[in-house]
Structures are given as C-alpha cells and as structure tokens.
T-cell receptor, first 111, second 113 residues
Framework: GQQLNQSPQSMFIQEGEDVSMNCTSSSIFNTWLWYKQEPGEGPVLLIALYKAGELTSNGRLTAQFGITRKDSFLNISASIPSDVGIYFCAGPNDAGNMLTFGGGTRLMVKP | DVKVTQSSRYLVKRTGEKVFLECVQDMDHENMFWYRQDPGLGLRLIYFSYDVKMKEKGDIPEGYSVSREKKERFSLILESASTNQTSMYLC????????????FGSGTRLTVV
C-alpha cells in the first residue's frame, strides 16, 4: 500500500516565522488532504487538493498539490502560538475508498 | 456539526484485561473507523465499518476486534490488553464513500500496565 512520508517530523519555531512542511508518496495521488490536530483533540481538515499543480489557501495556510502527483506542501505564514499542533497529510488508499495518513509534523511555536 | 464522542479520554488497564473503547456519532454517518496514533507513525487504521454489523480489517487489526450493532456506535475491543497496545486511539466517521468528510473524536489515551 501507499506510504506517506512527512518532513520534518517536528519543528520548533519563533512566533512570526513562516513554516514549510511536505509530504511525499510512494505512488501517485489524485487527492491530497491536510489535517491539523490540536493538543487533546482529534484531527480537523484544513485544506483539500484535487488537481496536480493546484495551490489553495485557507487564511495564513497555503497548500500545493505537487505536479508529479507524488508530493504536497503546506506553508504557514507568520506563525502564531495557536498554530501549535500536529499536521498530517493524507491521501486515498490503493482502493480509493479511505484515507492513508502520513506520520505527522509536530509544530511548536515559541511566543 | 457532526459530533463524534469517545467515551473515555484516559484509561489505565492491566495486562490481560478485556478493554472496550466506545465511539458514538450523532449524524447518521454510514462509515466509522478506529485508528491508532503513535509518535512518528501517524494514524494507522485498525478496523472500519461501512454499515451495521459490517466490519473490515485495516492495516493493523491484530489483537483487536470491533462491534457495530447500531449505526451510531462503533466499539473497539482489546481481547487481552498488552503493553504494546498503549497508545492514543481515535475514532472517526464519514458520510458515503467520500474521502473528505472524516470527523474525528477527541481520542482515548490508553495505558496498559
């Protein structure tokens, strides 16, 4: 089955800095999803991408569907303390009927 | 809003105990999922269900079973808990066969001692 590799595994940044993280797949995807899990909560969908090359924003968050269809990127501009959490990428499994998740990027923001 | 409720936030159980983790959703979703979350490994699917009394194995079903007697409730069962099952367990539900509408519960952190 697919494997999703996220990097970095964790980041510790200063408030106000921009953040970049990425996710690579062992196979081609036709959908990329990005979730955020805040401490003590379940993951919540941030952004969904459906087309190679697509760039989609949600506030200070911008995600891109890589043109090879094997990768995706999430950027956060001007980070704030409430950006703290674990960010997961996800895509369809081989059968296309459920999600496979990456290992997550843990983001910590120093005020 | 869809709500997925997991009955316990924290559980501590002894090795060999039978453990039940309960999950209830209130929006009539057909699909329900149990994931296990471990640092660096992301979310790994244990079992899922597309309908009442229906269950399918996910990626890591060994040591677990599930029960779905009613549409809104999906239970994860550890027949004989072991220390390597210490983890965060997340339940999710979704409508239809879409990939985007997963709603997760807040998780149950299980410690097996």
């Amino acid at each position: 089955g697919q494997q999703l590799n996220q990097s970095p595994q964790s980041m510790f940044i200063q408030e106000g800095e921009d953040v970049s993280m990425n996710c690579t797949s062992s196979s081609i995807f036709n959908t990329w999803l990005w979730y955020k899990q805040e401490p003590g909560e379940g993951p919540v969908l941030l952004i969904a991408l459906y087309k190679a090359g697509e760039l989609t924003s949600n506030g200070r968050l911008t995600a891109q569907f890589g043109i090879t269809r094997k990768d995706s990127f999430l950027n956060i501009s001007a980070s704030i303390p409430s950006d703290v959490g674990i960010y997961f990428c996800a895509g369809p499994n081989d059968a296309g009927n459920m999600l496979t998740f990456g290992g997550g990027t843990r983001l910590m923001v120093k005020p | 809003d869809v709500k997925v409720t997991q009955s316990s936030r924290y559980l501590v159980k002894r090795t060999g105990e039978k453990v039940f983790l309960e999950c209830v959703q209130d929006m009539d979703h057909e699909n329900m999922f149990w994931y296990r979350q471990d640092p660096g490994l992301g979310l790994r699917l244990i079992y899922f269900s597309y309908d009442v009394k229906m269950k399918e194995k996910g990626d890591i079903p060994e040591g677990y079973s599930v029960s779905r007697e009613k549409k809104e409730r999906f239970s994860l069962i550890l027949e004989s808990a072991s220390t390597n099952q210490t983890s965060m367990y997340l339940c999710a539900s979704s409508l239809g066969r879409g990939l985007y509408g997963y709603t997760f519960g807040s998780g149950t952190r299980l410690t097996v001692v």
